[in-house]
């Protein structure tokens, strides 16, 4: 009976289809709706060139720190400590370049080596040691705030080098001839056009077309239930077309930031490692049923070990990111912040029982609330109401996953 | 004698599937009544409507009970009629104290404080009552399953029980458990209180039941007296499955090759209570082709030892040696042990065999997933290939590999586990309990892979407690009672009395 219940659920036609990926289909669309609104709603602000560009500033540590908690989470722990850590190597970053006169070299590849080993020390313990990783990351979380303030003595350090700083706000040098900007800018009818940034923006676009058609065609030589065209086209085609306006509006400011290179690089590189690697999958495996996944050969300690691990040196790296965004390093940098990690990864469509979530849902999720953030801080809403709201879309983001987990069995 | 419950014509549909239709029961009032069927005939179906957790208006027919219409809101509705049901997942709180479980929700108290002198006298009258000697404050996660068991039971007879369900009430239990839980059954009919069971155990059946309705797809197939002496197991299964079963147990050639596995003085010690010994000097062949058995009862150590040789997954200072064809193999890690050429199908296959939230393809990969990649990078095509072509083998009944393994019945989950270890490539495969809580039908299916894998010349053990199964199957028993091997038989010696005999006199 029970096969058969399943072989109703999967009936064919759009609405079956629909009801079985609500949850993304209804992020996308969320997210185009929320953006749409505040669009609208801030008479435009939002999506100039330059709110644009520093969306995109304001939410990469998120960004970064996301990907590496959406292991976490799904390997079936929480990591509540990145936040302190980030505020912590940030501290380090500032001490080392300000007080210890170090280069910006050697700082950065100790600050990342330092998170891997943070991270490490927490993953010991929560791995081999079976310690709930709430416990042991709650209470690095403590230790780091501490220290942090400890390093910085209670006082804010700067200012950080030129070199330093363009780790966030540096741009890409256009490669392309200056002659071809001038052309396009004068088609567009803009004062400027980064072509790089234009480029990149195409480029993007067309991978993004080509990989879905590719994924479409294998899907449906396999015999899986493949989207429905209407669907895929529409979803295909407002992505793309988001990609491509979103790369305009920053090659008609000062281009490609330094920051969305390396966001745009690690989200790729984590999307494949989760979706296409032996490592990648064992992650789900362990996240879903522990257990199981040991008797069948899974090391399941040592993913633990390393889904830390990573998360530590990514906490770092978001850590220097904010770093030198500030230009300085305060005793209360990445305050709090894990909880918005946390908030971005689930509004992405991780369970909180592990085994499921994806890389481009944490993006997404981290966006929405990066949108949330930017567009009522527009409009001057207060800090208070802007908790609240943000509060409430995660509380609805959840409700909404397990309604439609119920209503699916 | 009246009749106590009749349920006339139920039908009952979820979106798209009628799960049962038009189901007619009749309960006579002080008997034994067995409902018999497949997984996915409808039984549970038929008790839920039953007991209300499909309430009255979300069905169709009538349910008369005790003399009148019923229509039961909610389970609460049913239990204050006195029907309660005990399921197959125990629902007892592990970490609370007999006492404290038996009277959760309907505890003894006055002003909302409770009062622990009668709690604890009504516990020992209750435990009385089903034969059980622990002290009402025991805590239920250190009894064994089968006194847990009757603990659900002892719950049932607080609440004034009058029709008492018991969904599969002997599926985790051992032989001698079983026994002492029929004849509680057979005692508690003689007070009065009319039972229906649901069982896949067609001796127990045949031995306690009054009444045998079977169930098949939804309808009411038949129904045999056992006054009338109608009550046969082959009647029974050839009405499960709508055709005669000649033999359920498919033949196979017996031939014995080399050693494949040797397990030489294996002693393994508790995990948590150090100085418990768990395996005790264990020796232990397996050939090429050959389908070796391990009886005994529940906690005789079976599991315990198939884990402690796959891996290590059970157990501390494991010592003793394991060769795999004449040469000594590493098994301290499950990788090592799948390498060697070790497989395992656990007995517990949703919490220990399958990634339940998972696509069937991904659980059947995910023992060897290097052999579906290169360089650590998956090739999703050889994946999905390599699932088909386990569901045609093994005849996994799904409209597609990418459903999730969860939304199966027992016995194709079986089957996606035993895919997984047969894609693993094992030379000795260690089934577990393998056909445990799954239908007469794939029972016989499973049987068949068995057969299959040692026709290949791959080694076979087979764990299982009940015995005629082992007695069908296997070319050789061992015989293992409190971690040791207390006897060694061919299948020509062997018989139930042959292997009783060997655990009773140790």
Same mark, same amino acid.
């Given at each position: 009976m029970t096969d058969r219940n399943a072989e109703a659920a999967n009936g064919s036609g759009i609405g079956a289809y629909l009801m079985g990926h609500m949850r993304e289909y209804g992020l996308l669309f969320a997210l185009i709706a929320i953006m749409f609104f505040f669009q609208i709603v801030t008479n435009g602000t939002l999506l100039k060139p330059v709110n644009v560009t520093n969306l995109l500033l304001q939410n990469s540590y998120i960004i970064i720190m996301a990907l590496g908690m959406l292991i976490v989470i799904v390997a079936g722990h929480i990591d509540l400590s990145v936040g302190s850590v980030m505020g912590f190597v940030g501290a380090l970053a500032a001490v080392m370049i300000v $007080?210890?006169?170090?280069s910006t070299g050697v700082t950065i590849a100790t600050c990342l080596l330092a998170g891997g080993l943070i991270g490490a020390a927490q993953g010991y313990w929560i791995a081999y040691w079976k310690i709930p990783s709430f416990i042991v990351t709650l209470a690095a979380m403590l230790v780091f705030r501490g220290l942090s303030l400890w390093l910085l003595e209670g006082q804010s350090l700067g200012p950080f080098p030129r070199e330093f700083q363009m780790i966030s706000n540096g741009f890409v040098a256009d490669i392309f001839p200056a002659g071809l900007a001038i052309g396009l800018a004068d088609l567009f009818g $803009?004062?400027?056009?980064?072509v790089l940034s234009l480029a990149t923006g195409l480029t993007a676009a067309c991978l993004i077309t080509y990989m879905g058609l590719k994924s479409r065609a294998q899907n449906r030589a396999f015999g899986m239930d493949v989207e429905p065209a209407a669907f895929f086209y529409a979803r295909i085609g407002i992505t793309s077309l988001a990609l491509i306006f979103i790369f305009y509006k920053l090659s008609t400011f000062r281009g490609l930031p330094n920051v969305l290179l390396t966001m745009g690089v690690l989200t790729i590189i984590y999307a494949f490692f989760t979706e296409r690697t032996v490592t990648g999958r064992r992650i789900y495996a362990l996240g879903g049923n522990e257990k199981a996944a040991k008797l069948s050969g899974v090391k399941t300690e040592r993913l633990t070990f390393l889904a830390f691990a990573n998360m530590g040196v990514l906490a770092a790296a978001a850590g220097l990111v904010f770093a030198a965004r500030l230009n300085s390093a305060t005793p209360k940098a990445g305050f709090a912040l894990e909880l918005d990690v946390i908030a971005a990864v689930f509004i992405g469509g991780a369970s909180m029982s592990g085994g499921v979530g994806r890389i481009v849902g944490a993006v997404v999720g981290a966006f929405l609330m990066g949108v949330l953030n930017n567009g009522m801080s527009i409009l001057g809403i207060g800090i208070d109401y802007q908790q609240v709201i943000k509060g409430l879309v995660l509380l609805a983001a959840v409700i909404f996953d397990v309604y439609n987990k119920s209503k699916q069995s | 004698m009246k009749t106590l419950l009749e349920m006339r014509a139920i039908t009952k549909e979820f979106p798209g599937v009628k799960? @049962?239709?038009?189901v007619n029961l009749a309960v006579q009032e002080g008997e034994i009544h067995a409902i018999c069927g497949e997984n996915g005939a409808g039984k549970s179906t038929l008790m839920k409507v039953l007991s209300g957790v499909y309430p009255t208006g979300t069905y169709d027919g009538e349910i008369h009970y005790d003399g009148a219409l019923a229509e039961f809101a909610d389970i609460s509705d049913s239990e204050a009629r006195g029907i309660i049901i005990i399921h197959q997942e125990l629902a007892l709180v592990p970490l609370l104290s007999i006492a404290e479980n038996l009277f959760l929700g309907n505890e003894c108290s006055r002003s909302g404080i409770i009062d622990w002198r009668d709690t604890n006298q009504r516990t020992e009258a209750l435990l009385r009552k089903v034969g059980l000697t622990e !002290? !009402? %404050? /025991?805590?239920?996660?250190? @009894?064994g399953v089968g006194k847990q068991q009757l603990v659900e039971i002892a719950k049932a007879l607080s609440k004034e029980v009058r029709l008492l369900i018991l969904d599969? !009430?002997?599926? /985790? @239990? %051992?032989e001698s458990d079983s026994q002492a839980l029929l004849d509680l059954m057979l005692e508690l009919k003689q007070q009065g209180v009319t039972q229906i069971i649901i069982s896949h155990k067609l001796n127990e059946v045949r031995r306690v039941a009054d009444t045998v309705t079977v169930i098949r797809d939804g309808t009411t197939v038949s129904t045999m007296n056992a006054a009338k002496g109608e009550i046969t197991e082959d009647g029974i299964v050839r009405d499960m499955v709508g055709r005669d079963m000649a033999d359920r147990y498919p033949e196979r050639a017996r031939r014995a090759g080399e050693i494949l596995m040797e397990v030489k003085g294996w002693n393994v010690w508790h995990p948590i209570h150090a100085e418990r010994q768990m395996i005790k000097d264990v020796n232990m062949t397996v050939r090429a082709g050959e389908v070796v058995g391990i009886a005994g009862l529940? &906690?005789? &150590?079976r599991t315990e030892l198939a884990m402690s040789i796959f891996g290590r997954s059970y157990g501390r200072n494991i010592s003793g040696s394991l060769e795999m064809n004449g040469a000594p193999a590493n098994v301290d890690s499950v990788s090592g042990a799948i390498e060697a050429g070790l497989a395992y199908v656990t007995e517990d296959r949703k919490s220990l065999g399958l990634v339940l939230d998972e696509t069937i393809q991904r659980n059947i990969t995910l023992a060897n997933l290097p052999e579906v990649s290169r360089k650590t990078i998956l090739n999703e095509a050889r994946e999905t290939q390599v699932a088909e072509k386990y569901r045609a083998a093994l005849n996994i009944r799904t409209p597609s590999v990418f459903q999730k393994v969860m939304n199966l019945s027992g016995g194709n989950q079986q089957k996606v586990v035993l895919s997984k270890w047969l894609f693993a490539g094992p030379e000795v495969l260690i089934l577990d309990e393998p056909t445990r809580g799954i239908d007469v039908g794939a029972k016989f299916e499973i049987y068949g892979i068995i057969n299959e894998l040692s026709a290949q010349g791959k080694g076979v053990v087979m764990i299982s407690s009940e015995m005629p199964e082992l007695l069908g199957m296997c070319d050789r028993i061992y015989v293992m009672n409190e971690g040791a091997f207390v006897g060694e038989l061919t299948a020509e010696e062997a018989s139930q009395e042959r292997i009783m005999s060997l655990i009773v006199t140790e």
């Open positions: $007080e210890w006169d170090m $803009e004062k400027r056009i980064n | 799960a @049962l239709d038009t !002290p !009402p %404050s /025991a805590i239920v996660d250190k @009894l599969e !009430p002997t599926a /985790a @239990l %051992s529940m &906690g005789a &150590g």
